[in-house]
Nanobody, 117 residues
């Protein structure tokens, strides 16, 4: 069992930045692919960014390319999402998730990000 705890959400003005963190329990963190998802009210959950276990491969949704950066520190069992140039449409609950094999199996509780003036 892997437990994931997100932090770093909050209220930010358009154009601002936030960095989300997700700390994982367990000793096998470096073997898991990790992803950041988000879900806005009335919308389906979407994958925003993902990173391989080694950190050597990253992928992004088109809507966040060039603005968001996913990274990980395996020594700290932590994955990050740096979000720059935030827009109101980025407002959502953000979740981190762990992928031991093909599917995302473990989920955090989510952290709210609100972009508003």
């Amino acid at each position: 069992q892997v437990q994931l705890v997100e932090s770093g959400g909050g209220l930010v003005q358009p154009g601002g930045s936030l960095r989300l963190s997700c700390v994982a329990s367990g000793r096998t963190f470096s073997t898991y692919g990790m992803g950041w998802f988000r879900q806005a009210p009335g919308k389906e959950r979407e994958l925003v960014a993902s990173i391989s276990g080694s950190g050597g491969r990253t992928d992004y949704a088109d809507s966040v390319k060039g603005r968001f950066t996913i990274s990980r520190d395996n020594a700290k069992n932590t994955v990050y999402l740096q979000m720059n140039s935030l827009k109101p449409e980025d407002t959502a609950v953000y979740y981190c998730a762990a992928r031991p094999a093909v599917a995302y199996r473990y989920w955090g509780q989510g952290t709210q990000v609100t972009v508003s003036s």
